[in-house]
């Protein structure tokens, strides 16, 4: 059964950088499309990030040229680099998975990790 949990929330001031990270457990991370969403208090889950099985990327609007999401196959997870934060990026951020085999399948969610940009 897929487990997923992620790490490297924290507070940062604007300008800041963050790497979160969604390690998998029971899976092998490769064969899923695996992204990342957040979450503002008051606010519906929005995508961020998304990379498939192939590695290929892409990025909400907001975040682009400032978030970077890559595979460590190794470690059996997926990062998500941030870079240039802004206190519009505080948010809970989760990790989500599905396998490449079924892309609309409901998949799998980690419990979150909170972003908070502020100075």
């Known amino acids: 059964q897929m487990h997923l949990v992620e790490s490297g929330g924290g507070l940062v001031q604007p300008g800041g950088s963050l790497r979160l990270s969604c390690r998998a457990s029971?899976?092998?991370?490769?064969?899923?499309?695996v992204s990342w969403y957040r979450q503002r208090p008051g606010n519906q889950r929005e995508l961020v990030a998304r990379i498939t099985n192939d590695d290929m990327t892409n990025y909400a609007e907001s975040v682009k040229g400032r978030f970077t999401i890559s595979r460590d196959n190794p470690k059996n997870a997926v990062n998500l680099q941030m870079n240039s934060l802004k206190p519009e990026d505080t948010a809970m951020y989760y990790c989500h998975a599905v396998p490449y085999y079924d892309p609309n399948a409901v998949g799998s969610w980690g419990q979150g990790t909170q972003v908070t940009v502020s100075s």
């Open positions: 029971g899976i092998i991370f490769s064969m899923y499309h």
